[in-house]
Nanobody
Framework: QVHLVESGGGLVQPGGSLRLSCAAS????????VGWYRQAPGRQREWVAT???????NYADSVKGRFTISRDNAKNMVYLQMNSLKPEDTAVYYC?????????WGQGTQVAVSS
């Protein structure tokens, strides 16, 4: 059984930083692309960043230059370092990985950016 568990969210002031973590069981992140998504209240879930199995990274324009996605295959973890946070980054953040035709999601971690 596959489980993804996000952690690291919280309340931070504008300009601050957070590092989100996604831990996996039942799936090897090193063999798959992993993505971060977010969903703000009243809005659709949107893609934030992806790291491929070959460590190629891609980012949404809204976070490019501020967020960094990375992985630690030995720990089976994926991270999202978020710097220069803005109020519009407030959302529930989810990690996602696909294995074949199956798509796996965590339960999300809340990020709130407010003064």
């Amino acid at each position: 059984q596959v489980h993804l568990v996000e952690s690291g969210g919280g309340l931070v002031q504008p300009g601050g930083s957070l590092r989100l973590s996604c831990a996996a069981s039942g799936i090897r992140f090193g063999f798959n692309a992993v993505g971060w998504y977010r969903q703000a209240p009243g809005r659709q879930r949107e893609w934030v960043a992806t790291i491929s199995r070959y460590d190629i990274t891609n980012y949404a324009d809204s976070v490019k230059g501020r967020f960094t996605i990375s992985r630690d295959n030995a720990k089976n973890m994926v991270y999202l370092q978020m710097n220069s946070l803005k109020p519009e980054d407030t959302a529930v953040y989810y990690c996602n990985s696909n294995q074949g035709v199956d798509s796996y999601w965590g339960q999300g971690t809340q990020v709130a950016v407010s003064s």
